[in-house]
């Protein structure tokens, strides 16, 4: 089993930044994928960002890409999503997810998931 803990979340102005992390522990995680999900109220979980457990390739979805940044620690077991000019649309409960990568077809398919951090975004 693999256990995920989320922090960073928090309330933001429409422009500022917030980094996320994700804490993972409870089994070796060489050869995951790590990234993260989001859901909006009223809406679907929608995929965010991703990262290989080398590091490269990582992938974005179009509405976050230029302004999220995905990263990850491999000795701490963590990745990290620094949010940058977010947006009020950016408002949702951000999960962490394990799991395996199909490149840009599905760049993450989550296995383990966390809690969720929530990330609201004021205008």
């Known amino acids: 089993q693999v256990q995920l803990v989320e922090s960073g979340g928090g309330l933001v102005q429409a422009g500022g930044s917030l980094r996320l992390s994700c804490a993972a522990s409870?089994?070796?995680?060489?050869?995951?994928?790590m990234g993260w999900f989001r859901q909006a109220p009223g809406k679907e979980r929608e995929f965010a960002a991703a990262?290989?457990?080398?590091?490269?390739?990582?992938y974005y979805a179009d509405s976050v890409k230029g302004r999220f940044t995905i990263s990850k620690d491999n000795a701490k077991n963590t990745v990290y999503l620094q949010m940058n000019m977010l947006k009020p649309e950016d408002t949702a409960v951000y999960y962490c997810a394990v799991g395996a990568s199909y490149g840009y077809t599905e760049p993450l398919r989550g296995n383990y998931w966390g809690q969720g951090t929530q990330v609201t975004v004021s205008s």
């Open positions: 990262i290989t457990w080398s590091g490269s390739p990582t």
């Open positions: 409870g089994r070796t995680l060489s050869s995951y994928a």
